[in-house]
């Protein structure tokens, strides 16, 4: 058995050159990431909206005097 087993630094190939930007970690699929996280967010803050509105428009009613 190999000492090395689960170093498999070298196979497959040589590695693509990474850009500045890529190296820490700011490359193309980050921003993909970035923007459908943002897409997420946004598609949850409307649904905070519209049910937070829902409870205000409900709220008054339940509370409302009856008259009778």
Do not use: H, T
């Not at 497959?12 to 050159?17: I, V």
């Amino acid at each position: 058995m190999a000492k090395s087993r689960n170093n498999l630094l070298g196979v497959g190939g040589q590695r693509k050159k990474l850009s500045r930007a890529e190296q820490q970690g700011a490359g193309p699929a980050r921003n993909d990431d970035r923007k459908a996280a943002e897409d997420k967010k946004q598609e949850l803050v409307r649904k905070m909206r519209e049910r937070a509105a829902a409870a205000a428009e409900a709220a008054p009613a339940q509370d409302a005097p009856a008259d009778s």
